[in-house]
């Protein structure tokens, strides 16, 4: 089955700088590659996702890449501000209509005055 | 608010008992998903149904079960509980079965005692 990873496990900035989360995943078939935010005692929100169709996808403060190739892909949030502090979740899902959403073991982002 | 319903909110039980936790879907998502996420393992998906039939499954544990009806909740029921089984267990629906957006619930927060 599909595993996903990601790093760093906790992430410590200064607001205005950028955070930069990355996973890796092993299936092939997977597909969809959303990032989720997960306040404390809140639900996950998506805040962005992605398809193996695209390399790239911007929206405003956040930015995720993906490499097909090398099996990864990267979160990019600039201008951090205190409210981006949470818990950020990558996940994998392939494709079909068995679309489980394979998780990885989330970044505690950490944005300082 | 995702437009995911979850009830109870939380739940305190002995161990061996027996629980139901119920969802309800965003009006016309089809697909229904359960997650577990507890300290140690993160968020692990358990299963998904798509209108009525039961589509993916993930590590869940024989003794729990879950059924999707024909107005579309879901309810995971969950037996001979452990002190392990202690978690937040969330719900997630989409609007059909292919890899997409899935909202959240507020989840159920189990304690075992």
């Known amino acids: 089955g599909e595993n996903v990873e990601q790093h760093p496990s906790t992430l410590s900035v200064q607001e205005g700088d950028s955070a930069v989360i990355k996973c890796t995943y092993s299936?092939?078939?997977?597909?969809?590659f959303p990032w989720y935010k997960q306040e404390l005692g809140k639900r996950p929100q998506l805040i962005i996702d992605i398809r193996s169709n695209v390399g790239e996808k911007k929206d405003q403060r956040i930015a995720v890449t993906l490499n097909k190739t090398a099996k990864h892909f990267s979160l990019h949030i600039t201008e951090t501000q205190p409210e981006d502090s949470a818990v950020y979740f990558c996940?994998?899902?392939?494709?079909?209509?068995?679309?489980?959403?394979?998780f990885g073991t989330g970044t505690r982002l950490q944005v300082t005055l | 608010d995702s437009g995911v319903t979850q009830t109870p909110k939380h739940l305190i039980t002995a161990t061996g008992q027996r629980v139901t936790l119920r969802c309800s879907p965003r009006s016309g998502d089809l697909s229904v998903y359960w997650y577990q996420q507890s300290l140690d393992q993160g968020l692990q998906f358990l299963i998904q149904y798509y209108n009525g039939e039961e589509r993916a499954k993930g590590n869940i544990l024989e003794r729990f079960s879950a059924q999707q009806f024909p107005d579309l909740h879901s309810e995971l029921n969950l037996s001979s509980l452990e002190l392990g089984d202690s978690a937040l267990y969330f719900c997630?629906?989409?609007?059909?079965?292919?890899?997409?957006?899935?909202?959240f619930g507020p989840g159920t927060r189990l304690t075992v005692l």
């Open positions: 997630a629906s989409s609007t059909a079965g292919g890899p997409r957006e899935q909202f």
């Open positions: 996940a994998a899902s392939p494709t079909g209509t068995a679309s489980k959403l394979t």
């Open positions: 299936d092939s078939a997977s597909n969809y």
